[in-house]
């Protein structure tokens, strides 16, 4: 089994551009359900999350350094928070998929991962990499 998607340019992928504390708005067209409540938007961050919104005027306002969840008001998913700065090394590589084997394939990979997911089936998804980033180390979270 294949523990990743393939990504990268081979993969018709977009990358962010190299910077620090980078956040791309990416705006779906269409309200999308997550955990039973609708969002309009997200926001991909070099520094490793994704901050679902409900408002295009919604702002990327989560601060620069990693938190101790839970944060207020926010819906994030961390995949790889730290203080990230792509100026100088690594990408973020992602794009939207919506064809029927790579859904498949994931469908089957979260309903394997959990089993309360058993009938999940996505009409899309956003695959998102860090690759080769460099992160600053924290003792503790601020």
């Given at each position: 089994?294949?523990?990743f998607?393939?990504?990268?340019?081979?993969?018709?992928?977009?990358?962010?551009?190299?910077?620090?504390?980078?956040?791309?708005?990416?705006?779906?067209?269409?309200?999308?359900?997550?955990f039973?409540?609708?969002?309009?938007?997200?926001?991909?961050?070099?520094?490793?999350?994704?901050?679902?919104?409900?408002n295009?005027?919604d702002r990327?306002?989560?601060g620069?350094?990693?938190?101790?969840?839970?944060?207020?008001?926010?819906?994030?998913?961390?995949?790889?928070?730290?203080d990230?700065?792509?100026?100088?090394?690594?990408?973020?590589?992602?794009?939207?998929?919506?064809?029927?084997?790579?859904?498949?394939?994931?469908?089957?990979?979260?309903?394997q991962?959990?089993?309360?997911?058993?009938?999940f089936?996505?009409?899309?998804?956003?695959?998102?990499?860090?690759?080769?980033?460099?992160?600053?180390l924290?003792?503790?979270?601020?």
């Amino acid at each position: 089994m294949k523990l990743f998607y393939k990504f990268g340019f081979k993969s018709n992928d977009q990358t962010l551009n190299r910077d620090d504390d980078l956040h791309y708005l990416i705006q779906k067209g269409i309200d999308f359900k997550f955990f039973n409540k609708f969002y309009s938007a997200y926001y991909l961050s070099t520094n490793g999350i994704i901050k679902l919104i409900q408002n295009e005027k919604d702002r990327f306002d989560v601060g620069e350094n990693p938190k101790q969840f839970p944060i207020n008001n926010y819906t994030l998913i961390a995949p790889f928070w730290s203080d990230i700065n792509t100026e100088t090394t690594g990408d973020v590589f992602f794009r939207l998929v919506n064809d029927s084997n790579t859904l498949n394939r994931m469908a089957c990979d979260i309903r394997q991962s959990y089993s309360s997911f058993n009938n999940f089936n996505p009409t899309w998804a956003t695959i998102v990499t860090w690759y080769q980033v460099k992160a600053h180390l924290y003792s503790k979270f601020l």
